[in-house]
């Protein structure tokens, strides 16, 4: 049987919209690649192309899942409002009059 903590964390990732695969008998959980090289390294994921993942060991704690869970949210988040800063200056450099 899996220890709560790992049915927590792929809850708690999937509850925010990201897409997670558990293996059945081992405490890993797969999920999309955080797309910020410095979360990567923070966390010291293991990535391979798209996806990562992490090994619940036994002595993480439900409030170290929460501190990572809400880290790549807001990871998630730095990269989305940079790409739509990059959307909106691509737009006003190819129409200088589009604020006008």
């Given at each position: ?6 049915v927590?964390l792929?809850s708690?990732?999937e509850?925010?919209?990201?897409k ?7 405490s ?7 797309l910020?090289?410095s979360?990567?390294?923070k966390?010291?994921?293991a ?14 704690t439900l409030?170290k899942?929460?501190v990572?869970?809400?880290d790549?949210i807001?990871?998630?988040?730095r990269?989305?409002?940079a790409a739509?800063?990059q ?7 190819a129409?200088?009059e589009?604020d006008?």
């Amino acid at each position: 049987m899996r220890p709560d903590t790992i049915v927590c964390l792929q809850s708690m990732l999937e509850k925010v919209g990201i897409k997670t695969m558990l293996n059945e008998l081992s405490s890993t959980v797969v999920f999309e690649r955080p797309l910020e090289e410095s979360f990567v390294k923070k966390w010291q994921l293991a990535c391979q192309g798209d996806i990562a993942h992490v090994v619940v060991m036994p002595n993480i704690t439900l409030d170290k899942l929460e501190v990572f869970v809400q880290d790549l949210i807001q990871s998630r988040a730095r990269v989305s409002v940079a790409a739509m800063k990059q959307i909106a200056a691509d737009a006003r450099a190819a129409d200088p009059e589009a604020d006008a």
